[in-house]
T-cell receptor, first 114, second 114 residues
Framework: AQSVAQPEDQVNVAEGNPLTVKCTYS??????LFWYVQYPNRGLQFLLK??????LVKGSYGFEAEFNKSQTSFHLKKPSALVSDSALYFC????????????FGAGTRLTVKP | DTGVSQNPRHKITKRGQNVTFRCDPI?????LYWYRQTLGQGPEFLTY????????KSRLLSDRFSAERPKGSFSTLEIQRTEQGDSAMYLC????????????FGEGSRLTVL
């Protein structure tokens, strides 16, 4: 069965600094990987996904993520953090052999301080 | 806005009562998902529909839970004989057919069981 792990419950960065939110995955076949963001009392919003092709994926709000097959990772990055980026971030995986459901990590709370 | 709509947004009930949540997906989306999210956790998969067919159910979905999507459009999630442990945010999401599609989430229905 597929799963994802987000090793950090909390990430704190200063505004203007680069940020990284980590995600590792485990699937039996090729992974389809996703990042979502959740603001307080809101549903999840899609940021970006990796399906195939270029390992560096660009998404909404200046975010990007790098797929690394050898390290089974899909870390979310942004070159310059904004205070408005403060939110809960979820990594998710769908296994091509079990593609009915999407499995989510426990989430990482990102706080960007001015 | 023609996004995913969930009602009610918040339900407070006494233990032992039945509750029903409704989800209206994006109209052209074939797939509809229900997830449960508790505080500090990522969404947990409950069940999934493709059109009107319920194709997968999680072991989390006890006999007290039932979901329907009678005409392949809106869906309902009913919880019978609610327990305090059912208190959570119930999220609905929809997507286009295909394993590469991202999920579009509603804002959730928060259940509080007293």
């Amino acid at each position: 069965a597929q799963s994802v792990a987000q090793p950090e419950d909390q990430v704190n960065v200063a505004e203007g600094n680069p940020l990284t939110v980590k995600c590792t995955y485990s699937v039996s076949g090729n992974p389809y990987l996703f990042w979502y963001v959740q603001y307080p009392n809101r549903g999840l919003q899609f940021l970006l996904k990796y399906i195939t092709g270029d390992n560096l994926v660009k998404g909404s709000y200046g975010f990007e993520a790098e797929f690394n097959k050898s390290q089974t990772s899909f870390h979310l990055k942004k070159p310059s953090a904004l205070v408005s980026d403060s939110a809960l971030y979820f990594c998710a995986v769908r296994d091509v052999y079990n593609n009915n459901d999407m499995r989510f990590g426990a989430g990482t709370r990102l706080t960007v301080k001015p | 806005d023609t996004g995913v709509s969930q009602n009610p947004r918040h339900k407070i009930t006494k233990r032992g009562q039945n509750v029903t949540f409704r989800c209206d997906p994006i109209s052209e989306h074939n797939r509809l998902y229900w997830y449960r999210q508790t505080l500090g956790q990522g969404p947990e998969f409950l069940t999934y529909f493709q059109n009107e067919a319920q194709l997968e159910k999680s072991r989390l979905l006890s006999d007290r839970f039932s979901a329907e999507r009678p005409k392949g459009s809106f869906s309902t999630l009913e919880i019978q004989r609610t327990e305090q442990g059912d208190s959570a945010m119930y999220l609905c999401a929809s997507s286009q057919q295909g394993e590469t599609g991202e999920l579009f989430f509603g804002e959730g229905s928060r259940l509080t069981v007293l």
